[in-house]
């Protein structure tokens, strides 16, 4: 399943609508509460061309992280699927 907030590989959508949607979330968590956002924008589309993908889960989940890594694996089953 595709997160909703994906938009790199979902039929019918762009570049164009990530931006839109970004920007409206940053207005509305910003929005004269003082507070601010930290944003990060990766593109993985090319970046696990080059390693074995059942290494690179071996070595995320040897790590221990903090965080679901679920996503990854999700990005690397689905990567070839909507092309």
Do not use: C
Request: a positive charge; aromatic letters at 8%; charged letters at 20%.
């Amino acid at each position: 399943m595709v997160d909703p907030n994906q938009y790199g590989t979902v039929p019918k959508s762009s570049t164009t609508h990530a931006l839109i949607s970004i920007v409206h979330n940053l207005a509305k968590a910003t929005d004269g509460n003082g507070a601010f956002v930290r944003l990060v924008l990766l593109d993985f589309r090319k970046a696990f061309d080059l390693i074995a993908h059942q290494i690179l889960m071996e070595k995320l989940h040897s790590l221990a992280l903090p965080f679901s890594i679920n996503w990854v694996r999700d990005f690397l089953t689905t990567k070839g699927e909507a092309s």
